[in-house]
């Protein structure tokens, strides 16, 4: 049996690989494995650690932030802010950018992450996980701003998360295909598990929120219905649901089998384009589908050529398995 190939000498390797990724970007992304690892640690104790329930205190985006979501948070922070090889950070929990404070060395790179996605299913000890996404700092700006982390999602140079579920699995890529590593718990370390994942181009499972189904528009309302419709029906197959209302565990189910994943505008809130992220949900996840031979829109272009106008927008996303998204985005055209 081959010898496990750790999470650091992949990176060591893929840095040496005509220096496919810099010193300081191998640096940073250990450091958030590192920051993973503590998260599942104090995830994995629930109950026995008094991490469960609600922290009494709102989010940016107005959501009840659960105690974990403020410990991911703060691991997070914390393990980044003096390796010199961030400038700043952005978080889902954070109204704000956060600078590196000046006694630490700054470095060219922007932290993005959602430190804990799926809150709803802390307390019901089902799968969450911790979204992250790095830019680049733009060349010649002084200082910081959150201007700086306008950037689109193909300007991304890594991204990844890492699912707590039977097993804590750390997914990334950083533009060559997408790896996965697999916690061995008795080592403390990432051990790689899988590398060129590849999504099937075409799939039987869908994911989406069927009790919002009375909300959406038109397109969305016609492809599930035909999915619905099953043998029978335009598709001539069968279709399978699946919903974990927690991003991370569905993307990382349809990266290992394919599906489509959809969390479309819907009436309830007109004013607002999707219920998800683009910057530190919609992106990472939209360029990791993408490297392993998927795709991402928002019905009508490629998330990751969204131009932001705000940190915390969020976006309208259908993602996976290439033909599906194809298909739900061809009936926006059309209808
Ligand atoms: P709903 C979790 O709160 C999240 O941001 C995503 O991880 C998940 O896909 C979605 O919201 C679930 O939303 O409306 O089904 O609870």
Same mark, same amino acid.
């Not at 974990?244 to 479309?264: N, W």
């Given at each position: 049996m081959a010898k496990p190939i750790s999470l650091t000498r992949y990176l060591v390797e893929q840095q040496? =690989?005509?220096? @496919?990724?810099?010193?300081?970007l191998r640096l940073l992304l250990e450091v958030v494995a590192r920051a993973c690892k503590r998260i599942s640690q104090a995830v994995n104790k629930g109950a026995l650690g008094g991490v469960l329930g609600s922290a009494d205190s709102e989010n940016v985006q107005g959501e009840v932030q659960k105690k974990l979501d403020i410990i991911a948070n703060e691991v997070l922070i914390e393990a980044n802010e003096w390796g010199g090889h961030l400038? %700043?950070? %952005?978080?889902?929990?954070?109204?704000?950018?956060?600078?590196?404070? &000046?006694?630490?060395?700054?470095?060219?790179?922007?932290?993005?992450?959602?430190?804990?996605?799926?809150? #709803? &299913?802390?307390? $019901? &000890? =089902? #799968?969450?996980?911790?979204?992250?996404?790095?830019?680049?700092k733009p060349e010649g700006s002084p200082g910081v701003t959150e201007q700086d982390f306008l950037q689109a999602g193909a300007q991304q140079v890594a991204a990844g998360y890492c699912v707590y579920g039977p097993q804590t699995t750390l997914v990334l890529t950083v533009g060559d295909g997408v790896a996965m590593f697999t916690l061995d718990r008795e080592q403390g370390s990432f051990v790689l598990t899988q590398e060129n994942v590849r999504i099937p181009e075409d799939t039987k499972e869908f994911a989406i929120n069927m009790s919002n189904m009375r909300h959406w528009d038109e397109p969305v309302k016609r492809y599930i219905d035909e999915c619905l419709q099953g043998k029978e029906g335009p598709r001539g197959k069968d279709f399978n649901m699946r919903w974990? %209302? #927690?991003? $991370? %565990?569905? $993307? @990382?189910?349809?990266?290992?089998?394919?599906? =489509?994943?959809?969390?479309?505008w819907d009436k309830r809130e007109p004013n607002k384009p999707g219920k998800l992220r683009l910057m530190y949900e919609a992106n990472p996840m939209s360029w990791l589908v993408e490297q392993a031979g998927g795709a991402a829109t928002n019905g009508k272009q490629r998330i990751l050529d969204i131009q932001p106008q705000q940190l915390h927008e969020r976006v309208s996303v259908i993602l996976g398995s290439k033909n599906e998204v194809e298909r739900v985005t061809s009936y926006h055209s059309t209808l």
């Open positions: 040496r =690989v005509d220096g @496919h990724i810099p010193g300081d400038a %700043a950070m %952005a978080s889902e929990e954070m109204d704000s950018i956060y600078l590196v404070p &000046n006694r630490y060395p700054q470095g060219e790179y922007l932290l993005l992450f959602d430190p804990l996605d799926g809150s #709803s &299913n802390i307390d $019901v &000890n =089902v #799968s969450i996980g911790t979204i992250f996404s790095v830019l680049k974990i %209302a #927690s991003m $991370v %565990a569905d $993307v @990382h189910r349809i990266l290992t089998r394919g599906g =489509v994943f959809m969390y479309p």
